[in-house]
């Protein structure tokens, strides 16, 4: 009975855990979304029907998986023995290549002037 009781608190936490995390990317990947849309249309660049809404979209999920990993699943339901941070050469590449794909859509008009 008490393996029953284990397994299900278990499932319960991940099940927890997997919500907390579609509502944390949901919310805050809303937010940067709408910073990021308004400093576009601020600056003049047409991300509506261009690669430049798919490309901002992937920054910013890859920052929020970078978010995550370090700092958002210590503070979370699950607390697992396979939960570890990214290493530091993953998250600087996540984060340089982020600001790339960000940063990509004012390399694009620049140039296409």
Known sequence: MKKVRVLWLTTL??????IRIIVLFF???CVM???VRLIYTSLGIN???SY???LGGIA????????YRNKLQF???????????????????????????LI???????FSL
């Open 13 to 18: 936490k991940i099940l927890l855990e997997l």
């Open 27 to 29: 919310v805050i990947g």
């Open 33 to 35: 979304w709408g910073g």
């Open 47 to 49: 991300i509506d029907g």
């Open 52 to 54: 430049a809404g798919w």
């Open 60 to 67: 910013i999920y890859s920052l929020l998986f970078v978010l």
């Open 75 to 101: 503070s979370g339901f699950y607390d697992g023995p396979h939960r570890q941070k990214l290493s530091s050469k993953s998250t600087t590449t996540l984060v340089t290549v982020s600001a790339f794909l």
């Open 104 to 110: 990509l859509p004012f390399l694009l008009k620049s």
